[in-house]
């Protein structure tokens, strides 16, 4: 009899099982399961007091705080009555303590130039773009946009605002004057920080002429800081307009970091907008700050000499939290990079881990989908023995696409840190622990501690073993969202209301035998197939293992008999479409999952609607599927041609 409560049928059959290298884990800061267990054992028990020793060791403070933590459900305060700043954490902290001449960022343009700043570099820098925005009247708590291509400026005017207390809101440099506005207008910006152009794919785009037409309807929005990248000419508003270069060329390299209280907002990020409007989230400063560290050492088990490269745009969350805050605070060594992966052709990554000596590599799904496309030879002309400890984040990974990045990128000798989180929750929730976790591919393995997940079906039970259901978290932790800027309805109504005294994820997920998490998709996105339900990634993993398979996505469509039918949108890596494929493909999934998961439709497309940060948007594909009009926000859609070409293959 099929569970009405909500629960997610389980039709994965995955049971390869990768223990952590031995090499990797003798040198390890949680270097064996049972110290994991026990680590995460003590958090669980009692994780007030597990954060507030943290909190205290972690942190720099101009005041101690007071109170580790005050709930009053759905608000958290976090080590209250302290006083600290993220950006002294970041940078100040390690020039004080004499890492000073550490390479904090080695960054290289798209062109191929490069430049190498110290942590001392870095504090200068901060300093003098903090008080060039301070000489316009910048400061505590105004809010200011950043729409910048990823260049050294990028971290530094988020590091600037945050040492300053203005709240920063960076959107991704490839949104459109209308998504600029619409966030500006949210926010209530004061400023927006942007460049002449940014490089893309050899390409100059015009940045500052699109942030021009976006001003034109932001009224909040006093000054614009431009910095000169590609050296293009733009439109000046005087009185408006600002050179990044000459402003800080009059600026003192000296500027005391603001002891900002614990709970002040250190910035605002709107979500990838897969599933809708984007929310506008927003984290505060100590315990957000405390989290990304301690989730950015656990997590990569970053050693001095590391070289770190996230791929990430500082546009998402990802680039927030393991590009600037997290590792910053670490004093890690990052690589930055500005521009495509396949420019000037598809070996660029590969090649810049090659000559920079990479070790910590973490990227997203849907990259190592195109890798996997663009063919192994442009991996292996590069010598990639320097990595030791690969990761990704986004969606979640095939376990196809997971064995391909385990053999041809780690040599099979690099753990993959398979990361689950959300902007919400403002750092990893989940993920293996390097030394300690065996990897099973495709799973997010296990929380972090003081994470305390429970999945529960549509009455707020837990399910047991194997069940899937809804992903909440049982305690409140540091870098959890403190809501939605100026939407309180909406911020108790989306996280708060359907579980009482749990955060829902918005994700359905489901806890094997051993204790490790599967993440099954997202909760508006579950199939309805004849009473069963289905989740999309079982779906989309069975397709992608077939070798011809490229991309997946599974969505419900509109069903007489079943409810709804499963359709599929499939991307293939060389053959033609053909019926014999589209049947070969059908068998597969039923001979992979079983007759209940078998699409009943297949298209063949070209590429999938995705959002700018690479996730799959199957809201939209859902729409496509039951012939209906395109319902909802398509702002962050990334290329709007694929969703024509999809109707036009309407039979
Ligand atoms: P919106 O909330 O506006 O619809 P979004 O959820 O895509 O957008 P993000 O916060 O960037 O915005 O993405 C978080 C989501 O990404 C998670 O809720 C989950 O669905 C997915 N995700 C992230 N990492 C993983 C992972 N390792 N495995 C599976 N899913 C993941
Ligand atoms: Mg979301």
């Known amino acids: 009899m099929v569970d009405h409560h909500g629960q997610i049928d389980n039709v994965m059959h995955e049971s390869r099982l990768f223990p952590p290298p031995a090499e990797f884990s003798q040198q390890a800061r949680i270097p064996t399961r049972e110290a994991y267990d026990q680590l995460w054992q003590r958090a669980a028990d009692d994780p007030v007091k597990f954060w507030e020793e943290l909190g205290r060791e972690e942190l720099h403070w101009f005041e101690p705080f007071t109170k580790t933590l005050e709930w009053n459900e759905p608000y958290a305060e976090w080590f209250v009555g302290g006083k600290t700043n993220a950006c002294y954490n970041c940078v100040d902290k390690h020039v004080n303590e004499g890492r000073g001449g550490r390479t904090a960022i080695i960054w290289e343009g798209e062109p191929g130039d490069q430049r190498t700043l110290t942590y001392s570099d870095l504090l200068e820098q901060v300093c003098r773009f903090a008080n060039a925005m301070k000489s316009l009247g910048i400061g505590k708590g105004d809010r200011v946009s950043i729409y910048m291509p990823m260049t050294p400026e990028l971290a530094i005017a988020m590091l600037a605002c945050a040492r300053i207390g203005a709240v920063h809101s960076v959107i991704f440099a490839g949104f459109s004057a209308e998504a600029i506005a619409e966030r500006n207008n949210d926010a209530g910006a004061k400023a927006v920080i942007t460049a002449d152009a940014a490089w893309r794919r050899g390409k100059a785009l015009p940045l500052k002429h699109t942030v021009d037409q976006a001003l034109v309807k932001s009224p909040t929005v006093e000054h614009c800081i431009v910095l000169d990248r590609v050296n293009e000419a733009v439109e000046w508003k005087h009185g408006r307009d600002h050179w990044w270069h000459e402003l800080v060329r009059e600026a003192s390299p000296e500027c005391p970091a603001e002891p900002m209280d614990s709970e002040a907002p250190l910035f605002i990020l709107y979500t990838s907008g897969s599933t809708g409007k984007p929310k506008g989230i927003k984290h505060t400063t100590a315990g957000y700050n405390l989290y990304a560290k301690k989730s950015f050492e656990w997590v990569f088990d970053h050693r001095e000499g590391d070289v770190y490269w996230c791929t990430a745009d500082c546009g998402w969350i990802t680039g927030h939290s393991y590009v600037v805050y997290g590792p910053f605070s670490a004093g890690a060594t990052c690589l930055m990079y500005e521009g495509a992966p396949n420019h000037p052709s598809e070996d660029r990554f590969w090649d810049i881990v090659e000559r920079h000596k990479v070790t910590l590599f973490y990227t997203a799904p849907t990259a190592i989908r195109a890798f996997i496309k663009w063919g192994n030879d442009h991996v292996q002309m590069h010598d990639l023995s ?147 339900r289905l989740s999309t990634i079982e779906i989309e993993s069975a397709l992608v293992s077939h070798p011809e398979v490229a991309e997946a996505a599974a969505v419900g469509r509109p069903h007489e008999l079943k409810g709804e039918a499963v359709a599929v949108f499939v991307t293939l890596k060389n053959a033609k479409p053909s019926d014999e494929l589209r049947e070969a493909l059908k068998q597969h999934v039923r001979k992979e999952i079983g007759a209940l998961a078998q699409p009943d439709d297949i298209r063949f497309t070209n590429a999938l609607p995705k959002t700018r940060s690479g996730k799959i948007m199957r809201r939209l594909l859902k729409d496509i599927a039951a012939g209906k009009e395109m319902v909802g926000d398509t702002t962050t859609l990334e290329d709007y041609s694929i969703i024509a070409h999809l109707r036009d293959d309407e039979e």
Do not use: F
């Open 386 to 532: 320097s990595l030791r400890l690969l990761g990704t984040v986004g969606e979640g990974i095939n376990p196809q696409a997971w064995m391909w990045y385990h053999e041809m990128i780690g040599d099979e000798k690099c753990p993959i840190v398979d990361t689950w989180w959300q902007t919400e929750t403002g750092g990893i929730m989940m993920s293996p622990l390097p030394g300690a976790i065996a990897t099973k591919p495709g799973s997010c393995c296990v929380p972090l501690p003081g994470i305390l997940p429970v999945i529960v079906d549509e009455d707020g039970d837990e399910v047991g073993v194997d069940k899937g259901g809804w992903l909440t978290i049982a305690h409140p932790w540091p870098g959890m969202l403190r809501g939605i800027w100026g939407d309180e309805d909406r911020y108790q109504e989306v996280y708060w209301s359907k579980v009482p005294g749990k955060y829902l994820a918005g994700d359905n997920a489901r806890r094997d035998g051993d204790g490790y998490y599967w993440i099954m998709g997202r909760i508006d996105d579950v199939l309805n197939v004849s009473g069963h």
